[in-house]
Each structure stands twice: as C-alpha cells, then as structure tokens.
Nanobody, 132 residues
Framework: DVQLVESGGGSVQAGGSLRLSCVAS???????????VAWFRQYPGKEREGIAA???????TYDDSVEGRFTISRDDAKNTMYLQMNSLKFEDTAMYYC????????????????????????WGQGTQVTVS
C-alpha cells in the first residue's frame, strides 16, 4: 500500500499563489521514484478531474485549464510532490487530491493517456483550496 498526505491548502485572494505538497510513504521497499504522480481537483457534485501529472522521469503534463499557471514537481529524495499554483482564479476553488501509481502499470505515456482518474490507485485525503 501507498499512503499519500496532502498539505498546503487554504484561502487566498484571486491572483495569489499557493503551494500544495503531498508526501508519499509505503512499506519496506517502497520506491517513490518508480511512481507517476498527479494532482486532481473536485468541485462539489462533480467528478475528480486531472489537472497535472509528472512521470517517474520528471516529464510533466497539464490540463489546459491550468497550463502556464500551475507547476507540478517532485523531490524523490523527500518522497514528495508539489503543485505550485500561481495567478489563482475563483474557478480554481475546489478540493485538491494527489494520486500515485506505479509507472510500470501505464501502457503509454501520460501525455498520451491523459490524466485519468482510473489510472491511479493511491489517493490522498484531499486539501481544500478557496479563492475569493
């Protein structure tokens, strides 16, 4: 099993910035560097939507809604992934989740597959971001 714990959510004014973090852990032998990771967000009553992902080689993929404003990154030495969110808009208000999956399970690069919820097995508990 893989455990993911998000932090960094909160309230911010439009135009501001936040950085979300997600720390991963697992049983003996867990190797974070072998996982592709992603950020999703969910609006009330809606499905989770993938907004950013980064594979085990550090190659990022973004949804058009956040391209140019959000940056996903990872620090494998710390088993941590990040989402730097700049130029926040009211419509970025949502619950944000990090997700992880062994890269070996993907039949194609994420940029081809898309940031799909069904691709990821491990999820954090979510952190709320509110933009006013």
């Amino acid at each position: 099993d893989v455990q993911l714990v998000e932090s960094g959510g909160g309230s911010v004014q439009a135009g501001g910035s936040l950085r979300l973090s997600c720390v991963a852990s697992g049983y003996l032998g867990f190797k974070f560097e072998a996982y592709s990771v992603a950020w999703f967000r969910q609006y009330p009553g809606k499905e989770r939507e993938g907004i950013a992902a980064i594979d085990y080689e550090g190659s990022p993929t973004y949804d058009d809604s956040v391209e140019g404003r959000f940056t996903i990154s990872r620090d494998d030495a710390k088993n941590t992934m990040y989402l730097q969110m700049n130029s926040l808009k009211f419509e970025d208000t949502a619950m944000y989740y990090c997700a992880a999956e062994s890269s070996a399970r993907f039949p194609a690069p994420l940029e081809v597959l898309g940031i799909m919820e069904d691709l990821f097995s491990w999820w954090g508990q979510g952190t709320q971001v509110t933009v006013s």
